[in-house]
Protein backbone atom coordinates (compact mmCIF):
# COMPACT_ATOMS: atom_id res chain seq x y z
CA UNK A 1 0.00 0.00 0.00
CA UNK A 2 2.73 2.68 1.00
CA UNK A 3 4.75 1.42 -1.87
CA UNK A 4 1.15 2.39 -4.21
CA UNK A 5 1.36 5.63 -2.79
CA UNK A 6 4.62 6.45 -3.14
CA UNK A 7 4.82 5.78 -7.14
CA UNK A 8 1.72 7.92 -7.41
CA UNK A 9 2.09 10.63 -5.17
CA UNK A 10 4.29 12.67 -8.08
CA UNK A 11 2.18 12.02 -10.79
CA UNK A 12 -0.87 13.67 -8.29
CA UNK A 13 1.64 16.71 -7.70
CA UNK A 14 2.79 17.42 -11.06
CA UNK A 15 -1.05 17.39 -12.37
CA UNK A 16 -1.36 19.82 -9.48
CA UNK A 17 1.06 22.22 -10.46
CA UNK A 18 -0.48 22.01 -14.12
CA UNK A 19 2.44 19.89 -15.73
CA UNK A 20 1.04 17.15 -17.14
CA UNK A 21 3.13 14.85 -18.73
CA UNK A 22 3.55 13.28 -22.83
CA UNK A 23 2.17 10.17 -21.43
CA UNK A 24 3.54 7.36 -23.06
CA UNK A 25 2.98 5.21 -20.15
CA UNK A 26 -0.10 5.20 -17.64
CA UNK A 27 -0.72 6.64 -14.97
CA UNK A 28 -0.41 3.92 -12.35
CA UNK A 29 -3.46 3.12 -10.65
CA UNK A 30 -4.91 5.31 -7.95
CA UNK A 31 -3.27 3.75 -4.51
CA UNK A 32 -6.67 4.26 -3.18
CA UNK A 33 -8.65 1.84 -5.10
CA UNK A 34 -6.34 -1.21 -3.80
CA UNK A 35 -7.89 -0.77 -0.52
CA UNK A 36 -10.25 -3.87 -2.01
CA UNK A 37 -8.01 -6.34 -2.92
CA UNK A 38 -5.62 -5.62 0.19
CA UNK A 39 -8.13 -5.65 2.94
CA UNK A 40 -10.80 -7.75 3.60
CA UNK A 41 -14.66 -6.94 4.55
CA UNK A 42 -15.58 -9.16 7.90
CA UNK A 43 -18.93 -10.71 8.85
CA UNK A 44 -19.40 -10.38 12.80
CA UNK A 45 -22.49 -12.05 13.87
CA UNK A 46 -23.19 -10.99 17.07
CA UNK A 47 -26.27 -13.09 18.32
CA UNK A 48 -28.09 -13.26 14.91
CA UNK A 49 -27.67 -9.26 14.37
CA UNK A 50 -24.58 -9.05 11.77
CA UNK A 51 -21.96 -6.31 12.00
CA UNK A 52 -19.57 -5.74 8.84
CA UNK A 53 -16.26 -4.23 9.14
CA UNK A 54 -12.45 -4.56 7.61
CA UNK A 55 -9.86 -6.44 8.79
CA UNK A 56 -7.11 -3.76 8.88
CA UNK A 57 -9.79 -1.89 11.37
CA UNK A 58 -9.70 -5.13 13.73
CA UNK A 59 -6.06 -5.64 13.60
CA UNK A 60 -5.42 -1.89 14.74
CA UNK A 61 -5.93 -3.19 18.45
CA UNK A 62 -3.78 -6.37 17.97
CA UNK A 63 -3.75 -6.71 21.83
CA UNK A 64 -7.97 -7.39 21.70
CA UNK A 65 -9.75 -10.75 20.86
CA UNK A 66 -10.93 -9.35 17.83
CA UNK A 67 -7.53 -7.89 16.51
CA UNK A 68 -5.63 -11.21 17.14
CA UNK A 69 -5.99 -14.73 15.94
CA UNK A 70 -8.07 -15.66 18.72
CA UNK A 71 -10.81 -14.56 16.99
CA UNK A 72 -10.30 -17.96 14.66
CA UNK A 73 -12.07 -20.01 17.10
CA UNK A 74 -15.21 -18.41 16.73
CA UNK A 75 -15.27 -18.52 12.53
CA UNK A 76 -17.92 -20.48 10.44
CA UNK A 77 -16.71 -21.61 8.16
CA UNK A 78 -20.38 -22.80 5.98
CA UNK A 79 -21.63 -19.41 6.88
CA UNK A 80 -18.19 -17.62 6.08
CA UNK A 81 -18.59 -15.45 9.40
CA UNK A 82 -17.74 -14.94 13.20
CA UNK A 83 -20.14 -15.72 15.56
CA UNK A 84 -20.10 -14.96 18.86
CA UNK A 85 -22.95 -15.55 21.08
CA UNK A 86 -22.86 -12.23 23.26
CA UNK A 87 -25.04 -8.65 23.39
CA UNK A 88 -25.45 -6.70 20.15
CA UNK A 89 -26.81 -3.90 22.11
CA UNK A 90 -23.14 -3.24 23.96
CA UNK A 91 -21.00 -5.12 21.04
CA UNK A 92 -22.08 -1.91 18.56
CA UNK A 93 -19.64 0.35 21.02
CA UNK A 94 -17.18 -2.39 20.70
CA UNK A 95 -16.63 -2.20 17.09
CA UNK A 96 -17.04 1.85 17.04
CA UNK A 97 -14.00 1.50 19.39
CA UNK A 98 -11.71 -0.37 16.61
CA UNK A 99 -13.26 2.44 14.09
CA UNK A 100 -12.52 5.65 16.33
CA UNK A 101 -9.78 3.87 19.16
CA UNK A 102 -12.60 6.05 21.44
CA UNK A 103 -14.96 3.43 23.73
CA UNK A 104 -17.95 5.09 24.71
CA UNK A 105 -20.65 2.97 27.00
CA UNK A 106 -23.70 2.69 27.06
CA UNK A 107 -25.15 4.62 30.31
CA UNK A 108 -28.74 2.54 30.06
CA UNK A 109 -26.60 -0.95 30.62
CA UNK A 110 -25.55 -2.29 33.90
CA UNK A 111 -22.16 -2.18 34.58
CA UNK A 112 -21.67 -5.44 35.45
CA UNK A 113 -22.66 -6.51 31.98
CA UNK A 114 -20.32 -3.89 30.11
CA UNK A 115 -17.39 -5.13 32.33
CA UNK A 116 -18.52 -8.56 30.93
CA UNK A 117 -18.11 -8.00 27.75
CA UNK A 118 -15.19 -6.12 27.83
CA UNK A 119 -13.60 -9.16 29.26
CA UNK A 120 -14.53 -11.14 26.76
CA UNK A 121 -13.81 -9.19 23.96
CA UNK A 122 -10.16 -8.62 25.90
CA UNK A 123 -10.36 -4.80 25.76
CA UNK A 124 -8.98 -2.76 29.21
CA UNK A 125 -11.61 -0.88 30.47
CA UNK A 126 -8.50 1.77 30.58
CA UNK A 127 -9.25 2.09 27.04
CA UNK A 128 -12.99 3.74 27.50
CA UNK A 129 -13.19 7.30 26.67
CA UNK A 130 -12.34 10.07 28.37
CA UNK A 131 -16.42 11.37 27.74
CA UNK A 132 -17.48 8.39 29.29
CA UNK A 133 -14.31 6.57 31.84
CA UNK A 134 -15.89 9.50 35.04
CA UNK A 135 -18.71 7.75 34.90
CA UNK A 136 -17.43 4.13 34.23
CA UNK A 137 -15.64 4.78 37.69
CA UNK A 138 -18.10 6.13 39.61
CA UNK A 139 -20.86 3.63 38.57
CA UNK A 140 -18.09 0.84 39.30
CA UNK A 141 -17.40 1.95 42.91
CA UNK A 142 -21.05 2.35 43.39
CA UNK A 143 -21.72 -1.33 42.10
CA UNK A 144 -18.99 -2.75 44.31
CA UNK A 145 -20.13 -1.13 47.08
CA UNK A 146 -23.77 -2.81 46.61
CA UNK A 147 -22.23 -6.29 46.05
CA UNK A 148 -20.13 -5.78 49.22
ZN1 LIG B 1 -18.12 8.91 25.62
Known amino acids: MA ?10 RAAAIGWVPVATNNLPPMPFSRRKTNDKLITLNISGRRFQ ?9 PDTMLG ?14 YFFDRDP ?6 LSFYRTGKMHFPRTECISSIDDELAFFGIMPEMIADCCYEDYRDRKRENDERLV
Open 89 to 94: EIFRHI
Open 68 to 81: SQEKEFFYDDEMKE
Open 3 to 12: TAVAAWLPFA
Open 53 to 61: TWKNTLEKF
